[in-house]
């Protein structure tokens, strides 16, 4: 529930016309496709830690990912690993332009959506735009990708309580969601997650900034 | 005059104490009827007053959310201290301060 | 008649930073403060019109910030006085998570949008076709 996911999928539900029909299927899609994509982030973690820790490599570029493959499954494996990497790194810098468009777009009110014209949703594609662009120009200042990531996913997860929280409570608010607002299990487990990520979420800055972010 | 000038006002009562800041209004719709649509217009029913605005923001004092148990006590106490005063005890609005008539405590 | 709007409303909950729409659904802006009128016979003010746009989000949103927004705002319109977007609470059908007017809005604030539509997006192929 990071912010930019919880805009990005929000917004893709309201774009995609999403009824109570589309329920069950979300449900399934959070049931199984995030314990699939956290499974799949182990097995990266896995088969690079055995493919490069008894060798003594560092791991600091993104190219590198793909040698446990190679290794394993030669050139058919690498060839769909870079059509992999390629698939998530545009798809995620789609998402990510995306949701900061969705994001200032609705907190002004502005037009959005891909069910207008470009031209009728100007400002909203013109943030999208500037997004790319900007992401753009700040990779092509070299700095490095690796400490990029650990710092923006320590940020995330500082951040986590804020978009956290107000789902919490429209999820119980019998005004937007009629009759299928939290039942009491849900609740409970929710309110533990709660004070987990709050924890979570004061203790990640300072943590960082002891360990130097792990360098 | 708009609401913004209204919320967030400090309000005192006749002799100066003050009493909390508005944190909402209360409307109701009991002016005249608009022929285009039916409706009736919104006229200002009281001045929410007091501590307790989050858990209001949020809608946990007035039912709308329920859940869950942990939040809901929480922000269920800050309602108490909360009140509403009328309209027609307002005596007298100038930006940032408004002076009503209340009952002694 | 259905009830459209409820009946006693709490503006800061049920009615302020909604989003405007037309019959349409095109998006027409927020909820960002109202106009209160005080009638002459010294009933309480009436409710008479919906403000929206950055002249209205900033001297709420105060400081800094809100000057500088609205300060945007009046450089788009140079001409114009300084007063928000107002939408006349007749045109107010229906409050719910989105707020209902009646007609297609004659969208208020539409300058910036203007703007850039000519300026920028306008000016890419394929900007006048929805995806839908």
Redesign the interface.
């Known amino acids: 529930m990071t912010p930019y996911k919880v805009f990005f999928f929000s917004s893709g539900a309201v774009e995609e016309g999403w009824t109570r029909a589309d329920l069950m299927l979300n449900r399934a899609n959070v049931y199984v496709g995030f314990p699939l994509g956290g499974l799949l982030s182990l097995a990266i973690m896995g088969c690079a830690a055995v493919v490069f820790q008894p060798r003594g490599i560092e791991v600091d570029h993104l190219s590198q990912v793909a040698l446990p493959v190679g290794v394993a499954l030669g050139q058919v494996g690498l060839a769909l690993v870079l059509v992999g990497f390629f698939a998530a790194t545009f798809g995620a810098a789609l998402e990510t332009s995306m949701c900061s468009g969705y994001a200032i777009a ?1 907190y ?5 959506g ?6 009728q949703a ?2 909203y ?2 943030v999208v ?1 500037v997004s790319v662009l900007a992401a753009v120009t700040f990779a092509l200042t070299t700095v490095d990708p690796i400490t990029v990531t650990e710092y923006s996913i320590v940020l995330s997860a500082a951040a986590l309580p804020l978009t956290y929280f107000p789902i ?2 429209v999820a ?5 969601l009629g009759d299928k ?2 039942s ?1 299990f849900t ?2 487990l ?2 533990i997650y709660l004070l987990l990520i709050v924890l979570v979420s004061i203790a990640t800055i300072p943590l960082m900034l002891a360990t130097k972010a792990g360098s | 005059m708009r609401m913004s000038d209204l919320v967030g006002a400090l309000v005192v009562d006749e002799s100066g104490r003050p009493l909390g800041h508005v944190h909402d209004l209360r409307l109701v719709a009991d002016g005249v009827t608009f022929p285009a649509t039916g409706n009736r217009a919104y006229r200002v029913h009281g001045l929410v007053v007091g501590a307790g605005a989050v858990g209001m923001r949020l809608g946990y004092a007035r039912g709308h959310v329920q859940g869950p148990w942990l939040l809901r006590v929480l922000l269920r106490r800050l309602r108490r201290r909360r009140r509403e005063i009328p309209w027609e005890a307002v005596r007298e609005v100038t930006p940032g301060r408004i002076v009503a008539r209340v009952a002694a405590q | 008649m259905t009830v459209q709007i409820p009946e006693r409303l709490d503006v800061l909950l049920e009615l302020l930073d909604r989003q405007l729409a037309d019959t349409e659904g095109r998006l027409a802006g927020k909820v960002d403060d109202l106009e209160l009128t005080v009638p002459d016979d010294g009933g309480p003010p009436v409710v008479t019109a919906i403000l929206s746009g950055p002249q209205a989000l900033g001297p709420r949103i105060g400081g800094r910030l809100g000057q500088w927004m609205v300060a945007v705002a009046r450089r788009l319109h140079p001409d114009a006085d300084a007063q928000p977007a107002r939408i006349d609470f007749a045109q107010l059908a229906r409050i719910g998570p989105r707020v209902l007017l009646t007609a297609p809005a004659d969208t208020p604030n539409q300058r910036l949008e203007t703007w850039v539509r000519t300026h920028l997006v306008g000016r890419i192929p394929g900007a006048g076709h929805a995806d839908v």
């Open positions: 609705q002004f009110g502005w037009q959005w891909k069910f207008v014209r470009p031209a100007a400002r594609h013109a735009l919490l409570v119980n608010d019998r005004s937007y607002t939290n009491a609740n409970v929710a309110t």
